[in-house]
């Protein structure tokens, strides 16, 4: 497994501690792309991952966020012995995927229908992180960026 050094990035930035962190779990193997997924970007804001997991109830699925990572955990019950199969395709076996969220995405809904879990996910910019414009020499509040209109900028400049 490869190994990179992100110093010479992280000399001139400020609070991308974890990077390093991030990097290492995108290049880990999980080892199986099971079950398959798609993330779709639905707007500005909104997004959802969806995953195929044919076979599953909704009982036998658990969705967790902890500390900016979504847990998706499927454990299938138990079946009865008195089947036999000629061949057996459908995969119904215990998995976990993790998803390594932003600070500011937060999961909004999940629904599971037709074999499909959809996860609807949002972004959430708080006020503090949002971009404004700071006024130098003065003790004025910076104002929002987007709500400023040209005749604004030229009383703020007076």
Do not use: C
């Not at 500390?67 to 089947?83: F, M, S």
Request: hydrophobic share 40%; glycine share 6%; charged share 30%.
């Amino acid at each position: 497994m490869r190994s990179f050094d992100l110093s010479p990035l992280l000399r001139s930035s400020i609070g991308f501690e974890n990077l390093s962190r991030m990097a290492d779990f995108a290049m880990r193997d999980e080892g199986s792309a099971y079950p398959p997924y798609n993330i779709e970007k639905l707007g500005e804001n909104e997004y959802r991952i969806q995953m195929a997991i044919a076979g599953f109830a909704e009982d036998e699925l658990d969705l967790t966020v902890q500390e900016n990572v979504l847990i998706v955990t499927g454990r299938a019950a138990e079946e009865a012995d008195d089947r036999e199969f000629l061949h057996r395709g459908i995969a119904k076996r215990a998995f976990e995927r993790r998803f390594q969220l932003a600070d500011v995405i937060k999961v909004t809904d999940a629904t599971f229908e037709n074999g499909l879990l959809n996860i609807g996910l949002v972004r959430e910019i708080p006020e503090h992180k949002k971009p404004r414009k700071i006024h130098i020499g003065g003790k004025q509040q910076p104002t929002p960026i987007e709500g400023e209109t040209a005749d604004d900028e030229s009383r703020a400049a007076a």
